[in-house]
Nanobody, 125 residues
Framework: VQLQASGGGLVQAGGSLRLSCAAS????????VVWFRQAPGKEREFVAG????????HSANSVKGRFTISRDNAENVVYLQMNSLKPEDTAVYYC???????????????????WGQGTEVTVSS
């Protein structure tokens, strides 16, 4: 499956962005999809994920209450709505996916087979 991440940009602190992860697979509804981010000089970290049916979601503590993940399986896209952005949210954001038979949602990047190219988010103070 091919993933295309988009929606990044430059925004002031307190602003919002919506990232999109569009997938090529016709069986997209069977994939768990997650977002990771990597800031300069830092390790890649889990941000949020959504299971194949959308019934299971999970967000990192650092973004809880500010970021919301959702999916539209009819359109083969996963969204990450990011509100109340902070300068520490500045990073390259990657979406990743893996085929599961259940609504399993792992948070380790080692679990994921398919990755998008990344979209850059810069939050100015």
């Amino acid at each position: 499956v091919q993933l295309q991440a988009s929606g990044g940009g430059l925004v002031q602190a307190g602003g919002s962005l919506r990232l999109s992860c569009a997938a090529s697979a016709r069986t997209f509804s069977r994939y768990t999809v997650v977002w990771f981010r990597q800031a300069p000089g830092k390790e890649r970290e889990f941000v949020a994920g959504i299971s194949r049916s959308g019934s299971n979601t999970h967000s990192a503590n650092s973004v809880k209450g500010r970021f919301t993940i959702s999916r539209d399986n009819a359109e083969n896209v996963v969204y990450l709505q990011m509100n109340s952005l902070k300068p520490e949210d500045t990073a390259v954001y990657y979406c990743a996916a893996k085929y599961y038979f259940t609504d399993y949602l792992p948070t380790s990047d080692l679990e994921y087979d398919y990755w998008g190219q990344g979209t850059e988010v810069t939050v100015s103070s």
